[in-house]
């Protein structure tokens, strides 16, 4: 029995189906061919039809003889498929008509030349002219049934022109597939014999000198190199089996040995334990050691900002101090000033911790990246005319407002030009900003200084390492560390090219893309020039520390501006404060003996519930992830040591939604936008010398919180001087040094 899809069944159905559509579409083409023809013939027929008519009815046109022109349609009436037909006169009204069955018709308006088809109907027109003149037109419509007719029995043909190629097609491909099928067939069966049997000595007659019986002959090779191979194959088996025997006695006699290499086996194990043993301890010693000196680093860090605390917030309380002279006030500027040096120390010690730890992350904005290269221009112009230094920028690029970490990229910036500014003596630094490519910016600082050997380019970016006159430049010697690791965090590479005795060129590449259009969160800023919480605002707050100088601190910080408040010296006291009076906010120190911040938090939530005031956490820990822990736990937001009083009013603000009053106005945002800045310059002419002069100096070199913190001490002054203090204060704020500067020589003193 044949199968389903054998080869005698496809080889008929691939040449019936070839035969089939190849005289499918031989019909087709002649019946459209012929069908073409035919309307094309009737065409051509009526056509002349029309036009006999016209040339016999010119005459009865002329001289408007209707009967005439109605014997001369009538000669149509040997056309049989011409059912109506009329001629119109040249204004287009019927002259004569002609109907086959002597009805009725309603003929169609005049027409020109042409004819179409409808409904199974022909419609011809044809104009008479004279000399161009149009004196008439023929109309006829005739019936195109005889061509429906015409075209049905040209299709009765071709399907029996099918039928009988198909049929024969059949027949045809069934004898001739046997050419095919038949040694295929037989090559099949041998196939089958040759597995079932397992004698490869069959072979298969070749019968053809085609494709088949090179299949033939290739099955018979096949066969022959198995039948070959499986001799070769028992000749191998017997002398495997002897090989098998002799090593079988060799394997006995090594038996014995290998029982004796055994137990040192075991010994050679044990003493791999004891190395994995030993190797264990040592990794865990490290990272003990990884993990003592990360809580060094953060103990140190709480233990070096709690003493800052007190200094730096004193500072601040005693900087807006009215008893203060000049002397007096340029005193705790210093103050604050070396502990933010110190804490900057302290922080470029956090970031290395952070950078080995792999928390370093990047916060990405919008900013204006023209602002950024104006104020470290004028942050380091200064410095180099101090060093009888030559400062230059180039800053070259279509597009200022960029999207990136607006923070790192300036500490970047601030390394670089710093190092540049500390160890050249002589000649030029230059700050080149280039955007080469789209959203790719490349920066460069190049000086001449002494230039950096080649064998310290690489070893200049190890932590610690100042190099040769690092013991004179001072410094921590993490500034190369940190801008290498905040550039490749910003997915750039920091190059070095040095040449000793001619100077040194750092460069890097950045992708800044545009602006995304979401607004940045508000910084602590806008707070620095708060006054007094406004007056229909009230704010009890409770201080909980430890420490007395801290609860003190912060109490002074907004005490000043109308808060009132209740201290705490631990957990405990403070869960009795809350019993005995409500309050708004609890600043809540994190470590403090007894119950430690977190736990305080649980039990004022446990006592109070929803009634709970807002609980912001005091802090001393640099640390990101400790920060995130501590709003994870369920606090509402934290509050750094040293504390700023911008981040505290900031605080207030972002909790209570508190509002407060400004030393400033409104809607001042530059000296060009401001016209009454002009007007205050006899303002700042009688100011305190020493006010005047710190504050061109704070200009001079850039040094934005110098500047607001001069301005800060013109607004205590009250009066015409507060607004000034406000006018320059929003100035300082958009950065606008140059606009301020501007201003500062325009005052005559």
């Not at 000399?131 to 399907?159: F, N, P, Q």
């Not at 029996?160 to 024969?168: D, N």
């Not at 605002?537 to 501006?561: C, H, K, P, Q």
Request: glycine share 8%; with cysteine.
């Amino acid at each position: 029995m044949e199968k389903r899809n054998s080869i005698k069944r496809k080889l008929v159905s691939i040449q019936f189906l070839t035969a089939g559509t190849v005289l499918l579409l031989a019909c087709a083409i002649f019946l459209f061919k012929e069908y073409r023809e035919t309307r094309a013939s009737t065409v051509r027929q009526l056509t002349s039809a029309a036009q006999l008519v016209g040339q016999n009815a010119e005459a009865a046109l002329r001289f408007f003889d209707a009967e005439a022109a109605g014997q001369v349609l009538t000669s149509l009436q040997v056309e049989e498929s011409i059912l109506h037909a009329c001629i119109y006169d040249g204004s287009g009204e019927i002259f004569a008509s002609y109907a086959r069955d002597g009805g009725p018709f309603d003929y169609p308006p005049a027409r020109i030349d042409g004819h179409r088809f409808e409904e199974g109907f022909l419609h011809l027109n044809y104009s008479i002219r004279q000399r161009d003149d149009l004196t008439g037109t023929v109309y006829l419509r005739a019936d195109m049934s005889v061509l429906d007719e015409r075209l049905v029995e040209m299709v009765l043909y071709a399907l029996l022109v099918l039928g009988f190629g198909g049929l024969l097609s059949v027949l045809l491909s069934m004898y001739l597939q046997r050419l095919i099928s038949d040694p295929m067939i037989r090559l099949t069966q041998a196939a089958t014999n040759v597995t079932h049997t397992g004698q490869y000595s069959q072979r298969v007659e070749r019968e053809s000198d085609d494709e088949i019986g090179d299949l033939c002959d290739g099955f018979n090779d096949m066969l022959h190199q198995i039948e070959h191979r499986d001799g070769e194959l028992r000749q191998a088996q017997e002398v495997l089996e002897g090989r098998v025997e002799e090593r079988t006695t060799e394997l006995s006699q090594s038996n014995a040995a290998l029982q004796a290499e055994i137990h040192d086996h075991e010994r050679a194990r044990e003493l791999i334990e004891n190395i994995n043993e030993q190797l264990v301890d040592a990794r865990d010693e490290a990272l003990g050691a990884s993990r003592a000196k990360s809580t060094f680093l953060t103990n140190m860090s709480h233990e070096i900002r709690t003493p800052m605390n007190a200094i730096l917030g004193y500072a601040q309380i005693l900087r807006d101090a009215a008893q203060l002279d000049d002397r007096q006030r340029q005193a705790v500027r210093t103050i604050e000033r070396s502990g933010d040096h110190l804490l900057a120390l302290i922080n470029d010690i956090l970031d290395i911790s952070k950078i080995e730890a792999g928390r370093l992350s990047l916060t990405p904005q919008d900013f204006d990246l023209q602002v950024l290269v104006e104020t470290l221009s004028a942050m380091f112009e200064i410095r180099c005319q101090d060093k009888g230094l030559e400062w230059s920028v180039e800053a070259t690029f279509d597009r200022t407002a960029v999207h990136g970490d607006a923070n790192k990229l300036r500490q970047v910036l601030i390394n670089l030009l710093g190092n540049a500014a500390k160890f050249t003596e002589k000649g030029q630094i230059l700050l080149r900003v280039q955007q080469v490519a789209g959203d790719v910016y490349h920066f460069e600082v190049v000086d001449t200084g002494p230039g950096i050997d080649a064998d310290r380019q690489k070893a200049i970016f190890e932590p610690f390492d100042q190099g040769v006159l690092g013991d004179l430049a001072g410094g921590t010697g993490l500034g190369l560390t940190i801008a290498r690791q905040h550039v490749e965090l910003m997915e750039g590479e920091l190059k070095v090219e040095s040449t000793p005795g001619q100077g040194t060129c750092f460069s890097f590449d950045l992708h800044l893309a545009g602006p995304t259009g979401v607004e940045a969160p508000a910084s602590d800023e806008q707070w620095s020039r708060v006054v007094r919480l406004a007056p229909d605002v009230r704010v009890r707050a409770l201080i909980v520390d430890d420490v007395t100088e801290n609860r003190e601190v912060l109490a002074s910080m907004v005490e000043s501006i109308g808060v009132t408040t209740v201290q705490a010296d631990g957990g405990e006291q403070a869960l009795r404060a809350i019993e005995l009076e409500s309050f708004d906010i609890i600043f809540l120190d994190i470590r403090m003996p007894g119950m430690d911040g977190s736990q305080v938090r649980r039990a004022v939530v446990d006592r109070l519930g929803d009634k709970a005031p807002k609980i912001a956490a005091v802090t001393a820990s640099a640390l990101a992830h400790q920060r995130d822990r501590l709003l994870s736990e369920g606090f509402d937001s934290f509050v750094d040591k040293p504390f700023r009083r911008e981040r505290i009013y900031g605080c207030l603000n972002e909790l209570l939604g508190a509002e407060f009053e400004f030393a400033e106005s409104e809607g001042v945002p530059t000296a060009d936008a401001a016209p009454g800045l002009s007007s205050l310059t006899a303002v700042a002419s009688v100011l305190p010398d020493a006010l005047f002069e710190g504050l061109q100096d704070a200009v001079q070199v850039g040094d934005v919180d110098a500047i607001r913190e001069i301005l800060d001490e013109i607004a205590a002054m009250g009066g015409d001087a507060a607004t000034l203090a406000a006018l320059l204060h929003r100035m300082a704020q958009d950065y606008d040094i140059p606009g301020i500067s501007v201003w500062l020589e325009s005052v005559e003193r």
